[in-house]
């Protein structure tokens, strides 16, 4: 692993993502591992993933119209709370310019922590989850870990950067929360 940014949070977090990165390299020579995480790293750009599941949930009803655009609109303030504003506290190198070679993805150009795709997806995630129960928490964090993981897979952030943003994530959905409730 290229440890460029990994030393800025310290030796044990330089650590973890080592040994995240070693354990993620052989999942990289499979190829149906590499086009699950590499179309999930996709979807992922610009929350694309959430708007679709929202959209998709708004066909079945006009209550959960309504809550797709909710869930649109309070994406893009997740967005941008975490894009402009918490990224700009951390000045953290990505692991890699440009992603693994062996995978075609979008290089972004803020800092590396926290990872937005991971923040999004939790974000999205808790909504969706206080939306639909907590019965459903399996399928919606499910789908957010899958997201968070494409980004350390395709090596365009450090595992550090996707847990941090999951936290991040889930820490902004639950501020949210009451707001949503109102919308069941």
């Known amino acids: 692993m290229n440890a460029r940014g990994a030393a800025d949070f310290g030796p044990r977090v330089a650590a973890f993502d080592t040994v995240v990165d070693e354990r993620l390299e052989p999942l990289r ?13 996709h979807l ?4 694309m993933i959430w ?10 009803s006009s209550k959960r119209a309504d809550q797709a ?11 941008l709370i975490v894009n402009q504003g918490v990224k700009r506290l951390f000045k953290r ?12 993805v979008r290089t972004p ?20 989850t206080t939306l639909d129960g907590k019965k459903s928490a399996p399928l919606w964090f499910g789908l957010a870990g899958v997201v968070g993981t494409s ?4 090596r365009i952030h450090h595992a550090s950067d996707v847990i941090g943003g999951a936290v991040v994530g889930i820490g902004l959905g639950l501020l949210v929360r009451p707001l949503v409730k109102r919308l069941r």
């Open 29 to 41: 020579h499979d190829p149906r591992a590499a086009r699950v995480f590499t179309a999930a790293s």
């Open 69 to 79: 655009v909710v869930l649109s609109a309070l994406l893009g303030a997740e967005s």
């Open 93 to 104: 190198e990505r692991p890699t310019d440009s992603g693994d070679d062996r995978f075609e």
């Open 51 to 60: 708007h679709l599941v929202g959209v998709a949930r708004g066909l079945t």
């Open 109 to 128: 150009s803020t800092s590396s922590f926290p990872s937005g795709h991971a923040s999004a997806a939790a974000f999205a995630a808790t909504v969706l």
């Open 151 to 154: 980004r350390a897979f395709v």
């Open 44 to 47: 992922g750009d610009w929350s």
